[in-house]
């Protein structure tokens, strides 16, 4: 399975990058620094999860949900926020988002959802080596 992770921090890129990799269902994370490398990444390649910031600046991130929607309905967004507001949930549940992550209460879950993705779209992992890309320019 193929995962982008967007985030406007390279750090936290590469720690989300390392802990997907570390599940057996994830073949390959690549990383995107805003939403507009994320959309021209998105735009050339499979993707079957986007892990996506919630926080990007100027509402980027809800934005960036509908576009991957509308490209491509069954690839799942799952957004990572810094709070578990309902006014936030609804408002990226209502662009398309799958999941909703809180970063701080939730973070350790990730794995667990994307098992849970694997499970329900039926994927097999892929044999190729597991790996991480740095966040594209």
């Known amino acids: 399975m193929t ?3 967007v985030d406007s921090s390279v750090q936290i890129i590469e720690r989300l990058q390392h802990l997907l990799l570390e599940t057996e269902n994830i073949a390959v994370a690549y990383g995107a620094v805003s939403s507009k490398d994320a959309a021209m990444f998105f735009n050339k390649n499979k993707t079957d999860v986007v892990l996506l910031d919630g926080g990007l ?3 980027m991130s809800v934005d960036l949900v509908h576009e991957i929607k509308t490209t491509d309905a069954n690839t799942t967004v ?4 810094n709070s ?6 609804a408002k990226y549940k209502l662009h398309g988002a799958d999941f909703f992550i809180d970063k ?5 879950k990730i794995g667990e959802v994307i098992d849970y993705i694997v499970s329900k779209k039926n ?5 190729e080596k597991s790996k991480y890309y740095s ?3």
Not at 104 to 108: G, K, L
């Open 135 to 137: 966040a594209i320019a």
């Open 3 to 5: 995962v982008l992770v």
């Open 57 to 59: 600046p100027g509402n």
């Open 104 to 108: 701080y209460h939730d973070f350790e």
């Open 123 to 127: 994927l097999n992992p892929s044999n």
């Open 78 to 81: 799952i957004i990572l926020a």
């Open 84 to 89: 578990n507001d309902f006014y936030v949930r």
